[in-house]
């Protein structure tokens, strides 16, 4: 049968470089967003967070920043190790009574060392 | 455990037969997802039980898949004469309510219909 590739986006870093990874989301009444970390075989893996009050929101080696006005998510990662390689998603929470999360189509981070 | 976890972690089923996934839940959390993530793909919300309210159902893709939580713990989520397009990583998540959103997720059960 026909095989289907691995389509994701794909960032490739120096070990020891800072790497950013973005992300559009779709809806301007999403309040709350999430970055995920996912290895090969196993699932996701919180990150960080930042609620839409905030356009910055700082964690150890990680850095989220929301652009509300054109609806993006970064996640920036400092000093980039080879334990940080992997796929990263973000998600957004449309907010109201439900709290289930949209989440973007992923982006591969290979760190070379 | 500490965490969500998931079983099988691998099925393997005939197309057109039913199969049941299993999530326990972090013990204490009232809310649990359950997403599907195909091959590179995102992913993508099934459905979601908060407390004693009706679920959101809205991700199910068709009535040939289904959920049910026991006790507002563990929860079950089923597919009835399953095709080859529904192979795909089942991943279940919790999270302690709605106001605490952060979601842990399981490992995933990996799911081959032949």
């Known amino acids: 049968g026909e095989s289907v590739g691995l389509h994701l986006p794909t960032l490739s870093v120096q070990e020891g470089d800072n790497s950013i990874i973005n992300c559009a989301y779709s809806?301007?009444?999403?309040?709350?967003f999430i970055w995920y970390k996912q290895e090969s075989g196993k699932g996701p893996q919180f990150i960080i967070d930042i609620r839409s009050n905030m356009d910055k929101r700082q964690g150890q080696r990680v850095t989220v920043l929301l652009n509300k006005t054109v609806k993006h998510l970064s996640l920036q990662i400092a000093a980039t190790q080879p334990g940080d390689s992997a796929v990263y998603f973000c998600a957004e929470n449309f907010g109201g009574a439900t709290n289930k999360l949209i989440f973007g189509t992923g982006t591969l981070l290979a760190v070379q060392p | 455990g500490a965490g969500v976890s998931q079983s099988p972690s691998n099925k393997v089923t005939e197309k057109g037969k039913d199969v049941e996934l299993r999530c326990d839940p972090i013990s204490g959390h009232t809310a649990l997802y359950w997403y599907r993530q195909s091959l590179g793909q995102g992913l993508e919300f099934l459905i979601y039980f908060q407390g004693n309210s009706a679920p959101d159902k809205s991700g199910l893709p068709s009535d040939r898949f289904s959920a049910e939580r026991t006790g507002g713990s563990v929860s079950t989520l089923t597919i009835q004469r399953t095709q080859q397009e529904d192979s795909a990583v089942y991943l279940c998540a919790s999270s302690l309510d709605v106001v605490g959103r952060e979601q842990f997720f399981g490992p995933g059960t990996r799911l081959t219909v032949l």
């Open positions: 809806n301007s009444a999403s309040d709350y």
